[in-house]
């Protein structure tokens, strides 16, 4: 009786009906128990419990759950018989999701449009929700379009596919900086030295020249200007030696 009851406390599971009628149902409640969430549903009262019989189909009301699991007045059960379950030994065709994968169910997540909304059943001063609607992005594995919800289970999973492929672009960048650091020591403990800087040289100093300048051109004479009288330049006359002087005396002093 105690197992029967945690399990109807956890939303894990209510009990058979098959008479047609209408029943109060237990709902799957968090995936992660963390208390009790006030969702602005009546309390239950003790003839409203799971099992019971209830007159209006769709009401709801809280039993006080720590797994914040609901009631709901269902003539079948609106888990469909089942919910989360995390061990392999629940499940089957289990195929564990490659790299391509994990790239696909991430673009898919960053595409679905996100959107505010309220209710329509609910008051105008009702909160406002976050999250994306299912119309048009049925065939998703996290939506549930036979129930028209979102699998939050499948969508929280789509999110942790989206960081797992963000970490290996990551650990690639990585790898491509470790490498390159790895080329650089190798190549400075090889003793090979970095390439010469470039240096913008300024202007030449007038005089000074260098072994690459080009040799110096010759200057052409200037060609006489018509007009100009050009006056030729005796040259000067040698001076001769005194009649009486002696053969030069070449020897050393």
């Not at 009288?229 to 005396?249: E, F």
Request: glycine share 10%; net charge negative.
């Amino acid at each position: 009786m105690l197992v029967v009851a945690l399990l109807l406390s956890c939303g894990r599971g209510s009990p058979g009906l098959s008479d047609g009628g209408l029943h109060w149902w237990t709902t799957c409640g968090d995936p992660l128990c963390a208390g009790h969430r006030d969702a602005g549903l009546p309390a239950c009262t003790g003839s409203e419990s799971a099992g019971a019989s209830c007159a209006v189909a769709g009401a709801k009301c809280d039993p006080g759950d720590n797994c914040n699991v609901e009631l709901v007045c269902a003539a079948s059960d609106p888990k469909q018989g089942t919910c989360p379950v995390s061990r392999g030994r629940a499940k089957k065709d289990i195929r564990y999701l490659s790299a391509a994968d994990l790239k696909t169910y991430r673009d898919q997540l960053l595409h679905l449009p996100l959107a505010t909304y309220r209710y329509r059943e609910e008051p105008e001063d009702s909160r406002l929700r976050l999250g994306f609607l299912i119309d048009g992005h049925e065939s998703l594995i996290c939506v549930d379009p036979a129930r028209d919800q979102v699998d939050l289970y499948g969508y929280a999973s789509m999110a942790v596919a989206a960081l797992q492929a963000q970490n290996m672009e990551i650990e690639k960048l990585h790898e491509e900086v470790r490498e390159l650091r790895a080329a650089l020591s190798h190549g400075q403990s090889d003793g090979a030295s970095p390439p010469e800087p470039k240096v913008e040289r300024g202007p030449k100093v007038s005089g000074s020249r260098s072994s690459t300048s080009p040799p110096l051109r010759e200057i052409p004479p200037a060609e006489p200007k018509p007009g100009l009288r050009v006056i030729p330049v005796k040259p000067l006359p040698r001076k001769q030696p005194p009649p009486d002087a002696g053969p030069p005396d070449d020897s050393p002093r």
